[in-house]
């Protein structure tokens, strides 16, 4: 369940098909938003599986995750697509 919870794609609200451009835009849009002490507009982070805590760290540490091939591999396969 933590994979599924901690999900880079939960943690930046990305579907498991966006392109680059699409994640480095959320990326920048939730940096933004974390800046400016928000709450970000509602994604594809589905709350209704618990609290995700995004800060500064975590999204980086989210997209960094994502950047292999392979590791875009096991998280897409226990996220939605």
């Not at 933004?32 to 970000?40: D, G, R, V, W």
């Not at 997209?63 to 292999?68: E, I, P, R, V, Y």
């Amino acid at each position: 369940m933590n994979l599924i919870i901690n999900n880079p794609y939960r943690t930046l609200g990305l579907l498991v098909g966006s392109s680059a451009a699409q994640q480095n835009r959320q990326l920048n849009r939730l940096k933004m938003y974390i800046e400016a002490e928000q709450e970000p507009e509602r994604d594809f982070s589905f709350p209704t599986l618990g609290n995700n805590i995004r800060t500064k760290d975590t999204i980086e540490s989210a997209a960094s995750k994502l950047n292999l091939d392979a590791d875009k591999m096991l998280y897409s396969i226990f996220w939605f697509y």
